[in-house]
């Protein structure tokens, strides 16, 4: 049931569905623009945000409905790709003032990052409000925001399957009982390797996921950027590599289309089970990858259904081995 | 034909052979007494050495011959266990002055260590020369020296299947035109990451194995400690992710152990197609997370088959997804 349909392109996802109708997924996150300096060049106001990267790569299974804000100044003609990928955006509130800014510089090796600037704007006095039609989505994805917020949009969803769950290490540090009292409330965690062990205190990675699981969620997913990323299951540890790309242009964004691929995945596939879980992270590190591949999400817009097909491919290729006979 | 014979404990080895006869595995490296620093407790007078690892994790598969030297001083009856697993020490030179001595310190992250004290001893003066009945060794595996030292040992063995090489930063820096020249002779080099990116003047790995195969060795591993390693062969990349060991008593040594444990592999299944090359590569990373749950080698030399096998499909367990159907 999967791998058929849903992958990339508008031609092979489900039928987008009317601004009211039912979404697959909601995603509650930032909407920005960016400015971002690499050694490999540069982007200046770059569609950005957690809200923005995940569905430029959960759009390619699944409809999703964002929920975020952003000021009168935001060129929101450029979301129209978007909405034309069955992302709906009756909830993203346009209000006066100006939209969430973000600059970072990556050094050569693209895994430690400046934040050059960081002006909130309306962003500052952001509180999701869920509208009606998105209430009931299925599938929930919590973007990097204040856990307080987390929670009063877990406040005003209805059941969802799974509520997947970003966090970094701002809030970690101070709003600690804020983000333990939300884990109790999220199936599904996303981190990465320092967070894990700032969050938890301990600094082995199995002991730091263990100690998550026990605050609630049933997963725990770590982020190791080029090292790839660990789930942290009831059934399993899972391990998933980095993608050996050549050349890496801008890794913003990855995390977010990580998650996007993953949950996209899920929601497409509409089972929860080990082997369909794996999946997922596969897909989320596929994503992952492309995001990689160009300044801002336009690469994960561009995706063909087979190229992600074949980079699914390249990981299980990159992976698969016989385990040799069980001895007789 | 793998898995049923000549894992761990001597029961299940290939017959020992005779001092004088063929071995299965040439080695040639280190044999040096450690002291060893972690926050979880201390070692004095371990067993250490490149050789020495790597033959107490390759004499669960294979036979093996040392080729190395220690001084008077050195306890050679602690080698004893050696030899019972069929580690033949014809090539073992015991020289007037002390042996090798090596003291380090782990800080809690056991991924960074401080050498405390090298004492080369009678190292500093080690000539290899391979006993006649070494000779036609078909593995050979060059422990981090000298490169010079390693293009000797090349000189002396006929004709081996493959040459698996080992060096360092040291050499690289200090020896580069002899490094060059020495990876023209070999079949696989084994590095870590920053290795691999000094060597080729690359951070990209991918690329940096790219540039390391077009100097000789049609193999590539990279280490990466708790991440893991990274094949780069003729037909394909491979990842093994890192063990997620709950508990790491000391990383000494699991460098060597992985070399021993992928070239014990490859000599007890006498193949070398991209298959066979997949599992050995698992092996290394078995015996390599075997060599960090104690001080010194005694791990790998209590191993019994059904743990090294439990492990190998823990790996399998733990990186096995089904790829999605090919869309119709």
């Not at 999701?128 to 009063?152: K, M, T």
């Not at 990675?205 to 299951?233: C, Q, S, T």
């Not at 995945?265 to 897909?283: P, Q």
Request: charged share 25%; net charge negative; hydrophobic share 45%.
């Amino acid at each position: 049931m999967t791998g058929e349909a849903g992958v990339g392109g508008a031609e092979n996802r489900r039928p987008v569905k009317d601004r009211d109708s039912m979404i697959d997924i909601l995603v509650v996150g930032s909407v920005a623009l960016d400015d971002i300096d690499t050694p490999f060049g540069q982007a200046r106001d770059a569609l950005g945000g957690s809200a923005v990267y995940f569905s430029a790569a959960a759009s390619a299974f699944a409809s999703i409905g964002i929920v975020g804000v952003v000021g009168e100044d935001y060129p929101i003609e450029r979301l129209e790709a978007f909405r034309a990928r069955g992302v709906d955006l009756t909830g993203l509130d346009v209000r006066e003032g100006t939209s969430f800014r973000w600059a970072g510089s990556y050094d050569y090796d693209l895994s430690s990052r400046q934040t050059l600037l960081t002006e909130l704007g309306v962003f500052a006095e952001f509180r999701p409000s869920i509208p009606e039609s998105f209430r009931r989505a299925p599938w929930v994805f919590l973007g990097n925001i204040d856990p307080r917020l987390q929670l009063d949009v877990l406040r005003q969803v209805e059941d969802p399957r799974l509520v997947l769950c970003d966090t970094m290490n701002y809030w970690i540090e101070g709003k600690r009982s804020e983000l333990l009292e939300l884990l109790e409330h999220v199936d599904m965690l996303l981190v990465n390797d320092a967070e894990a062990r700032e969050l938890s205190g301990d600094f082995n990675l199995a002991r730091a996921a263990a100690w998550i699981r026990e605050r609630g969620p049933d997963y725990v997913i770590i982020k190791k950027g080029e090292h790839g990323a660990i789930l942290f299951g009831p059934e399993e540890i899972f391990f998933v590599p980095g993608y050996p790309l050549e050349e890496i242009f801008d890794p913003t964004g990855a995390g977010d289309a990580f998650a996007g691929g993953l949950l996209g995945h899920l929601a497409r596939a509409g089972r929860l089970d080990s082997e369909e879980m794996r999946r997922a992270v596969v897909f989320g590190c596929a994503m992952g990858s492309f995001a990689c591949e160009a300044f801002g999400p336009e690469r994960l817009m561009d995706l063909r259904a087979a190229e992600v097909a074949d980079r699914v491919r390249s990981f299980h290729e990159m992976t698969r081995f016989e385990s040799p006979a069980v001895p007789s």
